[in-house]
């Protein structure tokens, strides 16, 4: 009787998320069907006229740093040279640096303000807040009417202003959003990767929300705020790692919209160590699902369309995803039991098999941004099928994520290491010979454990003949594996560089000792 009740609920649960994954699923189809249609040549049509000098509008520029010791310069030297008349616009460096980024910043805004940039060096008794406290501390002394908003890696061209400007063309527009573009995209297989989601992101998703006008976010740097727009949603909050989320749909929910310009392309630095890619993600995973938390609620009691809150909460739910897929392989061997058992459940399972049929959504979407970019799609493909595989082996850093929205209830805020990586730099120009390298992620073993779990899945399924579950296992063990085996090998990396750094300096300083002279005696 216990197994009849253990099976038949399996049935539901399968079917309820092969459900879910297959809305998501459609959704990301349909929006990449809306984007390919419309094609990559169309959107230079509707490009607002540049605003003569004498009608351009005061702005602010936000630099948040915190301890960027190989870019903090290079972003405050792009800004500087912005094509923007000198007294129009001026400059907060908000440092929050605990090390030597801070006398680069300071000889930095000293060369800047030599140059006639009116630039201020911010820097806090204390880091209250993070990232959105150093934005609010500010917001106090800001006089601009715009905000522009640039992250230490990120390097907009000195137009920038001049083209994001004229997108507010409507009193009720909040934020310009420019696309992130890459400086390291062929640095490493990782960062390659990284640029394709993040393409697949700014020209499927951004853009195709954008389009339809449905609600979409600031991605934190490389846009403009209204500062009214800011004041009026209520200011930033460190109440969520994603206080650019938060924001956004704050302002969507006081009636602000927003406009994303594909063609403004602000290039910036993808992680290069694999720690570091997780530990971003697992910012963006957790803020994500606590800003659904506390936002849907009022999306929902909003007098919006149904359309723009079902969008609004596939959205905000998008880190579900990964949270459903593991649920499914969880109960993979339960499903496969129950297929021998009540051969009847053959039909409910078929549904769920034509609901995972939406899987290639992810590979639809990812081809999409490879196209939108302007690159060959067909040469992108081996990599598109490794990232959609690559993601799936993340279900563990994002199902840690949510976990920790209830067990750790005031996290810190921690950043992503950059290494200031050009794209002419070969991998050998290694970021293990420089600092902020993060220590190894013991939730490597959780991930092998569940690869493990997931070949166990796949081979009761292959000697059942449900070949279904085989396939997906199979790629979630693969995933799985995958992030495992490279964290390690990222960690190997570290470690062996550290040890011919000890090496040399061993070697140097014997034969330092060699050349001295003996000692009479």
């Not at 573009?181 to 990284?194: F, I, K």
């Not at 930033?236 to 406009?259: I, P, V």
């Not at 085989?470 to 550290?498: E, N, P, Q």
Request: proline content about 4%.
């Amino acid at each position: 009787m216990l197994q009849d009740l253990l099976l038949i609920t399996t049935a539901v649960v399968y079917v309820i998320t092969s459900l879910l994954l297959f809305v998501f699923g459609l959704n990301l189809i349909v929006f990449s069907v809306r984007v390919w249609h419309r094609g990559i040549h169309q959107r230079n049509d509707t490009s607002p006229a540049l605003v003569p000098d004498h009608a351009l509008p005061l702005v602010t520029i936000q630099l948040p740093v915190y301890n960027e010791l190989y870019v903090s310069e290079r972003i405050i030297d792009a800004v500087a040279e912005f094509d923007y008349p000198l007294d129009r616009f001026e400059i907060q460096v908000l440092d929050d640096s605990t090390d030597e980024t801070s006398i680069i910043v300071a000889n930095a805004v000293a060369r800047a303000a030599d140059a006639g940039v009116t630039i201020s060096h911010i820097q806090r008794a204390e880091r209250v807040g993070y990232k959105a406290g150093a934005l609010a501390e500010g917001m106090n002394t800001a006089t601009g009417e715009y905000v522009a908003i640039f992250d230490a890696d990120f390097v907009p061209q000195p137009e920038f202003l001049r083209r994001a400007l004229p997108h507010f063309d409507m009193p009720d527009v909040a934020f310009v959003q420019a696309r992130w573009g890459h400086v390291n995209r062929d640095y490493s297989w990782l960062t390659r990767l990284q640029a394709l989601a993040i393409d697949g992101h700014f020209l499927v998703e951004q853009s195709g929300r954008g389009e339809a006008g449905y609600w979409f976010n600031f991605n934190g740097t490389a846009g403009i705020w209204r500062a009214e727009a800011i004041e009026a949603a209520g200011g930033w909050k460190a109440d969520t790692l994603t206080e650019d989320l938060d924001l956004s749909y704050r302002a969507h929910l006081n009636g602000w919209t927003a406009r994303f310009v594909e063609d403004l392309v602000v290039p910036a630095e993808v992680p290069a160590q694999l720690t570091g890619f997780r530990r971003q993600q697992h910012r963006w995973a957790r803020g994500s699902l606590e800003c659904a938390a506390r936002l849907l609620p009022r999306v929902w009691r909003s007098g919006e369309p149904i359309m723009t809150r079902v969008q609004a909460s596939l959205h905000l739910g998008a880190y579900f995803i990964q949270l459903l897929l593991m649920v499914l392989l969880l109960i993979y061997p339960l499903v496969v039991l129950a297929s021998m058992e009540y051969p009847q459940f053959s039909t409910i399972f078929g549904i769920g098999y034509v609901f995972a049929m939406t899987s290639i959504a992810p590979t639809v979407f990812f081809v999409t941004g490879s196209r939108q970019g302007g690159r060959s799609w067909w040469r992108d493909l081996p990599q598109i099928v490794a990232i959609t595989a690559f993601g799936a082996g993340l279900m563990v850093n994002t199902a840690r994520a949510a976990l920790q929205i209830f067990t750790q209830r005031n996290p810190a805020f921690e950043r992503t290491a950059k290494f200031g990586l050009e794209q002419d730099q070969a991998e050998s120009s290694s970021w293990t010979l420089k600092r902020y390298q993060l220590a190894p992620d013991r939730i490597v073993f959780f991930e092998i454990a569940l690869g493990l779990y997931a070949v166990f899945a796949a081979t009761l399924a292959w000697r059942n003949e449900n070949w279904g579950v085989l396939i997906y296992a199979t790629i979630f063990g693969i995933g799985l594996f995958s992030v495992a085996g490279a964290t390690l090998s990222h960690t190997l990396a570290l470690f062996k560089a550290r040890r011919d750094r000890e090496r040399a300096v061993l070697a140097e300083t014997a034969e330092i000792s060699a050349r001295q002279p003996a000692v009479d005696r």
